[in-house]
């Protein structure tokens, strides 16, 4: 019965993961869905990751805070798998606060097992990127995230939330100053650090944070005890996996549905629906491999329409046509249940529009997304080409009442990924969301 009842349980918990290299727009669909779910928890990534969500004629970029901070009642979860930069936590903490948006401990709870970005880990991302030179470069946001995991797989130098806490913090602190320091001179030939600097700044993060500071696994696994809806919100997209992405162009943690329960302190069995976001093209901040893009005028026409410019870099977005198999790929590592397309009204006035359905090498087709090959020179995309529409889809409210080229072009898409498209969004509003036969039609309704 116990099994039932935890089976039972599961069933009204959701995931929402980006199937592309981010950007995708998970911060609206984890909006559009908090009205009815009880937490909502980050679970991977860093500052690194930027989710816009706009409420009326407010928008709001959020970085470290999942997006459920804009509802009333919403238990916000920064979980055990995200890397924290506290001044930037607290840095947004003030922003949304000055806007009227209430933060506490009693709505935002932070693990006293992540770990925290230092200013070491800043100045150690700086300097390798510098040092790197032309295609090596692997496009960094240089705001500590990848340093901070490598610290967390060394063990001996990492510093997690309740380290901050423990006596002798402070020493330990030290203790690893001079080690980065020593390193720093040694490959960089750089300044030292000052550690009585470091160690006066992680005070402050100790004192303002502590409020906020729990077990946050152990509250996770008690509100499935206890039948609470839980919403996982993905950072990042598939395809920066540091595992599954096309490496190393990528990030440094987990960032598909498998990196949930690690991530969040839960059963895989409780990670519940997986929603996969795709743009209805394909957009990537940085270095690193994009079958599909389009440097050219079509290129510049999207990135102007869509305001493709980074949420947390403002760098501007390299834009390209769909790319259905990756997608594909994606949908598939993370187990999605339907697919929510989005942006799908910058496409409009473009004119005739492509989908990749296919790769060659060397004159020889490729079968699936291979990561691995799809960093190779040379890799070339099969095209479909599918008549574009020129109306404002802004408006429409329901799937009918899209140009009958615009519902080509999503049905198409849902083809060749494999997965139903359940929702389709036409504008950055809340209201500007039409759902399709989608199992959380009624959740976003309400």
């Not at 096309?246 to 929603?275: E, K, L, N």
């Amino acid at each position: 019965m116990d099994e039932e009842r935890h089976s039972a349980m599961n069933d009204t918990n959701l995931t929402v993961i980006g199937l592309q290299w981010g950007d995708e727009g998970k911060g609206k669909i984890v909006d559009a869905l908090t009205g009815r779910f009880d937490c909502v928890v980050r679970f991977c990534g860093g500052a690194n990751a930027g989710h816009t969500v706009t409420v009326g004629d407010k928008v709001y970029a959020l970085h470290l805070i999942p997006s459920g901070i804009l509802r009333h009642g919403v238990h916000n979860v920064i979980g055990n798998g995200v890397v924290v930069d506290p001044s930037v936590l607290l840095e947004e903490i003030a922003g949304l606060t000055g806007r009227g948006v209430a933060v506490s401990g009693a709505n935002l709870h932070l693990s006293n097992r992540a770990h925290v970005v230092m200013p070491y880990h800043k100045a150690a991302d700086r300097l390798n990127e510098a040092k790197l030179a032309g295609s090596a470069k692997i496009g960094t946001t240089a705001r500590g995230i990848g340093p901070c995991y490598a610290d967390k797989a060394n063990r001996s130098t990492a510093v997690r939330v309740g380290d901050l806490y423990q006596p002798g913090w402070d020493a330990r602190i030290r203790t690893i100053v001079a080690e980065k320091n020593a390193v720093f001179a040694a490959l960089y030939g750089a300044e030292p650090l000052d550690a009585d600097d470091v160690v006066a700044q992680a005070a402050s993060w100790r004192d303002a944070l502590a409020p906020l500071v729990c077990d946050t696994g152990a509250m996770l696994r008690q509100a499935v005890r206890q039948g609470r809806r839980i919403l996982f919100e993905g950072a990042q997209g598939s395809l920066l996996d540091v595992d599954h992405g096309t490496y190393p162009f990528v990030t440094s943690s987990a960032v598909t549905a498998c990196g949930v329960p690690t991530g969040a302190g839960v059963s895989p069995r409780d990670i519940g629906r997986v929603i996969g976001v795709l743009k209805a093209y394909c957009t990537r901040v940085g270095a690193g491999p994009l079958a599909t893009e389009q440097d050219n005028a079509t290129g510049d026409l999207i990135r102007r329409r869509g305001r493709e410019y980074g949420t947390t870099t403002g760098r501007p977005r390299r834009c390209g046509w769909f790319d259905a198999v990756a997608g594909r790929y994606a949908a598939e590592l993370s187990g999605v249940d339907e697919l929510a397309v989005m942006l799908l009204d910058v496409l409009g006035t473009v004119g005739e529009l492509k989908i990749c359905t296919g790769y060659t090498l060397n004159g020889r087709p490729l079968e699936g997304f291979d990561p691995t090959i799809a960093t190779l020179e040379g890799v070339q995309c099969v095209y479909e080409t599918l008549p574009g529409w020129d109306e404002d889809i802004t408006a429409c409210t329901r799937y009918g009442e899209l140009p009958q080229a615009a519902r080509d072009y999503v049905e198409r898409i849902e083809a060749l990924v494999g997965r139903p498209i359940g929702i389709v969004s036409v504008g950055p509003k809340r209201a500007q969301t039409i759902t399709r036969n989608s199992a959380l039609a009624d959740l976003i309704a309400s």
